[in-house]
């Protein structure tokens, strides 16, 4: 009889336990992608079976794989450099650090030396100040030359609609503005 009860109650202990044991992963994804670099580098949505914005993770079904794979590389030399660093000096890094892309490598260069002089007259600012002032400082894209010229309307009336807001908020804008769009 003894023999029964133990077992039933090492059962009822395992039953009990498997679901905690299932569910103690379940909010983490600690993998590492092809390339090395893990889901926190790569941003938000990356995560497996998370809806984003940030595009496939892989380069190879991108439009365009090989200046994915040189943004991806641009991007891991800055967090790289700026790896040891934490809070306001940290941010300044990065923002060190883009001041000294070369643009000449850029897939629109225009774009992205208009970037970096609205990155240096935003210089002091952080968190959605900085975002706000960059927005304001940079034009609007010139959707003539845009190989889907509607895809961009949109996106620079989104941006206009939505700079005002921030965090979840910006973003909750942004898909909206977009979605109504199509």
């Known amino acids: 009889m003894q023999m029964g009860s133990l077992i039933v109650a090492v059962l009822a202990a395992s039953l009990f336990a498997a679901p905690a044991i299932a569910q103690s992963g379940a909010g983490k994804d600690t993998?590492?992608?092809?390339?090395?670099?893990?889901?926190?580098?790569?941003?938000?949505?990356?995560?497996?079976?998370?809806?984003?914005t940030?595009?496939?993770?892989?380069?190879?079904?991108?439009?365009?794989?090989?200046?994915?794979?040189?943004?991806?590389?641009?991007?891991?030399?800055?967090?790289?450099?700026?790896?040891d660093k934490r809070g306001s000096e940290r941010e300044q890094c990065l923002h060190q650090q883009a001041a000294q892309i070369d643009c000449t490598q850029a897939r629109i260069p225009e774009q992205c030396v208009q970037r970096k002089a609205a990155y240096a007259l935003c210089k002091g600012r952080t968190g959605p100040q900085f975002r706000n002032c960059v927005l304001q400082k940079t034009l609007p894209a010139d959707c003539s030359r845009a190989s889907d010229a509607a895809v961009c309307q949109r996106q620079d009336k989104a941006r206009k609609l939505c700079a005002a807001k921030s965090g979840s908020e910006h973003r909750q804008c942004v898909l909206e503005v977009l979605g109504a769009g199509q």
């Open 54 to 83: 940030r595009g496939p993770s892989d380069c190879s079904r991108t439009k365009d794989p090989q200046q994915c794979a040189a943004r991806r590389a641009a991007h891991r030399q800055v967090y790289e450099a700026c790896r």
């Open 31 to 52: 993998s590492t992608s092809m390339d090395g670099t893990s889901a926190a580098m790569q941003g938000a949505g990356y995560r497996r079976g998370m809806l984003g």
